[in-house]
């Protein structure tokens, strides 16, 4: 079974603080993802990355960073936590190519995080 | 690139009712479309999906059904059952790229 590791289910974090969120996948996959959760807005993109130290920004890249230094982890990074980042953070994963070939992408179990 | 609108928003049923689940599209070169399903305190996970050379693709108790002319597609479920109360997310590539842009969710609530 792919697996998609998440290292933190929840946190709670004060404002200013720098978070790092990690991720890893077990499946050889070549794009990984992070997206944001919020009730009402779906998944949107933050940021992904189709190889190892290459990123892209998604739709929402304002107040992240991300880093890919092994093919199997990506994490994400707030420099400066704000309260508007308090959310569920999704980290994803998925073989190369196309989405056109059927590439699924799997998903982790989520980070919960809250800014105070 | 894609605009992906998903309804309903919500959608309660009885149990043993029918649901069904609607996206439309903006980029007519999409030709892939996944459903995802997402149970509370978990990631989304891939129930079905279809292509766009086929008009329907059914699992068991779920089927998809897919208007390229139209653009849109739509998730079936028949015969709900509680155990099937989750988020629903549609998604659809733009014409050349791995990226998704996924609906907003269907939040879809079977009472028993």
């Known amino acids: 079974d792919v697996k998609v590791t998440q290292s933190s289910r929840y946190l709670v974090k004060r404002t200013g603080e720098k978070v790092f969120l990690e991720c890893v996948q077990d499946m050889d996959h070549e794009n990984m993802f992070w997206y944001r959760q919020d009730p009402g807005l779906g998944l949107r993109l933050i940021y992904f990355?189709?190889?190892?130290?290459?990123?892209e920004k998604g739709d929402i890249p304002e107040g992240y960073s991300v880093s890919r230094e092994k093919k199997e982890r990506f994490s994400l990074i707030l420099e400066s936590a704000s309260t508007n980042q308090t959310s569920m953070y999704l980290c994803a994963s998925s073989f190369a190519g196309t989405v056109h070939s059927g590439n699924t992408i799997y998903f982790g179990e989520g980070s919960w995080l809250t800014v105070v | 690139g894609e605009n992906v609108e998903q309804h309903p928003s919500t959608l309660s049923v009885q149990e043993g009712d029918s649901a069904v689940i609607k996206c439309t599209y903006s980029?007519?070169?999409?030709?892939?479309f996944p459903w995802y399903k997402q149970e509370l305190g978990k990631g989304p996970q891939l129930i079905i999906d279809i292509r766009s050379n086929v008009g329907e693709k059914k699992d068991q108790r779920i089927a998809v059904t897919l208007n390229k002319t139209a653009k849109h597609f739509s998730l079936h479920i028949t015969e709900t059952q509680p155990e099937d109360s989750a988020v629903y997310f549609c998604?659809?590539?733009?014409?050349?790229?791995?990226?998704?842009?996924f609906g907003r969710g269907t939040s879809l609530i079977v009472h028993p």
């Open positions: 980029d007519s070169a999409s030709n892939y």
């Open positions: 990355s189709y190889d190892v130290k290459m990123k």
């Open positions: 998604a659809a590539p733009s014409g050349g790229s791995y990226i998704p842009t």
